[in-house]
């Protein structure tokens, strides 16, 4: 029975939920293992990282998505979980599930591709393996500052921009990444960042760029799919409809959203 209430509750459990169980349910998997083995959790996840070298990761191509649900501490782990569950939330106020994880994954494989590049480009002094979901949090982060940056937040006692508190952690990226000893994970954060900059840019145009994408996880077995409790009575509504970032935008400008941390 407690399985059973379990499985229920991940599944009509939203998005954002979902990936915090997956996330936290991988690391302490991974943990176990590394302590059972007597062997380092990096060792048992090689083939899941994302590798510093273009040629070895065109050996594990895969990598651009599964290193994004590894994570190499409980602070790791704990500040992307935390920043994905605040601002997660002010995106599925105004998107639906579908886009929010096209933005999430995306916005992965966009972090892990501009650091292959770049350090294809310009090689790092000290390249490692790079793990972690802080490119995802980071392109759903600065894509709800770009969509919506005068969405306030009222932090202790005093309201904010939603722009920012974004601003603030980019800058802060910034500044650590001359003397960083995480450059490779700073340029995932950096290449998160500019692809969700550039999709709410493009949204707000009418342009869905990730509409592909939305489109292929149609095909994909309903893993992340939400599902909803059956209704108590039949709604019936307006077959006019408008267009999903439309609607997204009257919600912006007629309520500024609140939260308190």
Same mark, same amino acid.
């Given at each position: ?42 060792? *048992? ?18 990598? *651009?998505?599964?290193?994004?649900? *590894? ?20 995106? =599925? ?92 994970? =700073? =340029? ?14 493009? =949204? ?58």
């Amino acid at each position: 029975m407690a399985n059973q209430s379990l499985t229920y509750r991940f599944k009509t459990a939203n998005i954002v939920l979902k990936l915090i169980v997956i996330n936290a349910i991988i690391f302490i998997g991974t943990g176990i293992a590394a302590v059972l083995t007597g062997t380092k959790a990096i060792s *048992l996840e090689k083939w899941f990282v994302l590798p510093h070298d273009l040629l070895d990761f065109l050996g594990q191509p895969w990598s *651009l998505i599964t290193y994004s649900f *590894l994570h190499n501490d409980i602070w790791h782990i704990g500040i992307n979980m935390l920043m994905l569950y605040w601002f997660g939330g002010f995106v =599925l106020n105004l998107f639906s599930e579908k886009r929010f994880l096209a933005i999430y994954l995306l916005g992965a494989i966009a972090g892990g591709t501009f650091f292959l590049f770049i350090n294809y480009v310009f090689p790092l002094t000290d390249p490692r393996p790079v793990v972690g979901a802080s490119g995802a949090v980071m392109a759903i982060m600065v894509f709800m500052a770009a969509y919506a940056p005068h969405t306030e937040v009222r932090i202790l006692r005093w309201n904010l921009k939603l722009w920012h508190i974004v601003a603030f952690f980019v800058v802060w990226d910034l500044v650590k990444f001359p003397t960083s000893g995480n450059a490779g994970g =700073l =340029l995932v954060h950096f290449g998160g960042a500019l692809f969700g900059y550039f999709y709410a840019r493009q =949204l707000l145009k009418g342009k869905d760029i990730g509409s592909w994408f939305e489109s292929f996880m149609d095909g994909v077995p309903n893993l992340f799919k939400t599902r909803k409790a059956k209704p108590f009575k039949k709604v019936h509504r307006n077959k006019t409809t408008q267009s999903q970032s439309q609607r997204s935008k009257e919600k912006v400008g007629k309520s500024d959203h609140q939260k308190r941390i």
